[in-house]
């Protein structure tokens, strides 16, 4: 049935992104200059990019379903359903991209002091402030418990020393939220959830080379880094209860590249690359019945994730849906690519051409191999599915 006030809401909210949205923010992202990160230092690359974050963030539509008092939209699940409805029809691109938004936000919200909240949820959701995880260490991967960074107690402070490793833009962050141990007796009882700021004393970061030809990781250092005990999170000793809270908005989050820009656009890219037959297919069969088989695919996650959306903003998902998600989307972003790198053939290998865009597709490609590996390994979110959803003997 009908409701008239969301058909009210849908129509308005229609006009307002046609008024709004610069038609340079409706085109497809081609370069990392074409995502928003905001931040201090942000330097957008064109002025249609910054009218349109600050148009949105005026809305709170950065954040559609935040509170409206920490600079969201304070939108009901209805509601911003139909706002990415809407953008996703025009092809308007996200106004920004933040692990703000996407871990810490949802984690401040959920564990946060009244004061943290209003001191950061408005901050992020405005674009202000860009934010790295400080989790994964060179000895404390998959078992991130294991970490070893200690915050030692300096009264009104700790004093942070060690090591992480993975640090996604380590280098052009300004804050961190970060895993320390706090405690020895217990491997997950000891660790507090910490956030602080990338320019204090004691911080350093190095970028790490990928075979990508990128360095979007960094190694990060501390050394005696002072942090004041306000900027805690939770509870001393019980930031593993944040940590995982966070993990599950992380693979959220990381199983959306399986959506891509649309299972379209990879036909697009394969018929500029191979051409067409008489009748407009694809003149490649094989590979035409390779993508109609992802293209089913995609379409059908695409629907789960709007479903698990939908459940997860009533209150109704699993808590080890978010590694169901994540598992598949990686393995469907990896697909896609693979198959993007068949239709071009010899040509998309090309690594530093101008035809090439500096070989956007092989780095693009590459860089898809760490899908399955970042925010938890797909073995580690496979036992998960097999424990929590499967309940399989022995998992």
């Known amino acids: 049935m009908a409701d008239p006030a969301l058909d ?38 064109c002025p249609e990019q910054k009218q349109w974050l600050d148009a949105m963030a005026s809305r709170g539509w950065t954040v559609p379903d935040w509170p409206q008092a920490y600079g969201g939209g304070g939108l009901s699940p209805a509601e911003a359903k139909i706002l990415r409805e809407e ?13 703000g938004i996407s871990m810490l936000g949802p984690a401040l919200l959920k564990y946060g002091t009244e004061a943290q909240k209003l001191e950061h949820l408005p901050r992020i959701a405005r674009g202000e402030i860009r ?38 833009y380590a280098d052009k962050a300004d804050w961190i939220f970060c895993l320390v141990r706090t ?17 204090s004393p004691g911080v350093s970061t190095r970028p790490i080379l990928l075979i990508s030809g990128y ?30 809270y966070l993990l599950g908005h992380e693979r959220e989050m990381i199983s959306g590249m399986g959506l891509g820009e649309g299972p379209d656009t990879l036909v697009a890219g394969a018929i500029a690359a191979i051409g067409t037959e008489a009748d407009g297919r694809l003149a490649d069969p094989l590979l035409r019945a390779d993508i109609a088989r992802f293209q089913v695919r995609a379409r059908a ?46 040509e998309a290998l090309a690594w530093d051409s101008q035809a090439s865009h500096h070989g956007a597709a092989a780095r693009s490609w590459l860089r898809t191999k760490a899908n399955s590996i970042e925010g938890g390994t797909s073995e580690i979110q496979l036992n998960i599915i097999a424990k929590r959803i499967l309940d399989l003997p022995g998992a």
């Open 131 to 168: 934010w790295c995880q400080g989790y994964s260490e060179p000895n404390a991967g998959s078992d991130l418990a294991s970490l070893a960074t200690i915050a030692e107690d300096a009264g009104d402070d700790y004093l942070v020393t060690g090591q992480k490793v993975w640090t996604s």
């Open 8 to 45: 009210k809401f849908r129509a308005e909210t229609r006009a307002w992104l046609a008024a709004n949205c610069p038609p340079a923010m409706r085109q497809p992202i081609r370069s990392d200059s074409d995502v928003c990160w905001g931040g201090r230092n942000f330097a957008p690359s």
């Open 183 to 199: 405690s020895r007796d217990s491997k997950q009882g000891g660790i507090s959830f910490l956030l602080f700021d990338m320019a």
């Open 301 to 346: 996650f695409a629907a789960m994730s709007e479903r698990f959306i939908d459940e997860l903003k009533a209150g109704r998902a699993h808590p080890a849906q978010p590694s169901m998600m994540k598992y598949y989307g990686t393995e469907l972003n990896k697909d896609r690519h693979e198959l993007m790198m068949a239709a071009g053939g010899s």
């Open 215 to 244: 360095s979007p990781f960094c190694e990060t250092f501390f050394d005696q880094v002072r942090v004041p005990k306000a900027n805690r999170i939770h509870d001393e000793n019980k930031g593993w209860d944040v940590a995982k």
């Open 87 to 99: 953008m996703k029809a025009i092809g308007a691109r996200s106004p920004l991209y933040s692990f």
